[in-house]
């Protein structure tokens, strides 16, 4: 069965660090996303992708970057951590047409 | 991408039948409605899409208006296990489209027994 799979499932990690969050998928979708969700709000779009070599900043995309060299990853990057972007992050992805599929989330703690 | 407006929150007993309604007043000729549902810890689950009248499935029903400028989703019959946050979604919907999930704060539902 065609499934999206982040990982890791928890980080921690140290304010500076570089940090890099897989997300991938065997749906064969043109759009990935990924969000952020903190505690007890909504999920908020940092980047997404319409396609290979595609990537467009979202509403809360400073701090982060994102590349996509193939079909099925998106990998999120944080360039230099810090304690602001402890969250849990989502990755998505969609064919444009109905329903968006979900990974199960990584949880990073940045210390 | 049109707006959407939810309730932030509602309380219903096991049984009974909720209705969330979603405001989108600047919905867009080719936009879709899209409602998501999301447990803690877990990632938002599809839950049913529409464009116009009444969609149906096994989960929920979506009641959309003439005008477009607003949808209704109903859970029949909830349960405790029906406690998460919902989410609307308005946006076009073609294969191959660049369609932005754009999440807003969304509905939270607690069932209680």
């Known amino acids: 069965d065609a499934e999206i799979t982040q990982s890791p499932r928890h980080k921690i990690t140290e304010?500076?660090?570089?940090?890099t969050l897989a997300c991938h998928q065997t749906w064969n979708h043109n759009n990935m996303f990924w969000y952020r969700q903190d505690l007890g709000h909504g999920l908020r779009l940092i980047h997404y992708s319409y396609g290979v070599q595609d990537t467009n900043k979202g509403e809360v995309s400073d701090g982060y970057s994102v590349s996509r060299s193939n079909t099925e990853d998106l990998p999120l990057t944080l360039e230099s951590a810090a304690s602001s972007q402890t969250s849990v992050y989502f990755c998505a992805s969609s064919n444009g047409q109905s329903e968006a599929f979900f990974g199960q989330g990584t949880r990073l703690t940045v210390v | 991408l049109a707006k959407t407006t939810q309730p932030i929150s509602?309380?219903?007993?096991e049984g009974q039948e909720v209705n969330i309604t979603c405001s989108h007043n600047n919905i867009a000729t080719n936009d879709y409605i899209t409602w998501y549902?999301?447990?803690p810890s877990q990632g938002p689950r599809f839950i049913i899409q529409g464009y116009k009248t009444k969609v149906t499935n096994e989960v929920a029903s979506l009641f959309i208006p003439?005008?477009?400028?607003?949808?209704?989703?109903?859970?029949?019959?909830v349960s405790l296990?029906?406690?998460?946050v919902y989410y609307c979604l308005v946006g076009p919907?073609?294969?191959?489209g660049y369609n932005k999930l754009i999440f807003g704060a969304g509905t939270r539902l607690a069932v209680h027994p």
């Open chain 1, 15 to 19: 304010t500076g660090r570089q940090v």
């Open chain 2, 81 to 84: 296990s029906d406690t998460a």
């Open chain 2, 10 to 13: 509602m309380d219903s007993y």
């Open chain 2, 66 to 77: 003439a005008d477009r400028k607003s949808s209704t989703l109903s859970l029949p019959r």
């Open chain 2, 37 to 39: 549902q999301q447990f």
């Open chain 2, 93 to 96: 919907m073609f294969s191959g």
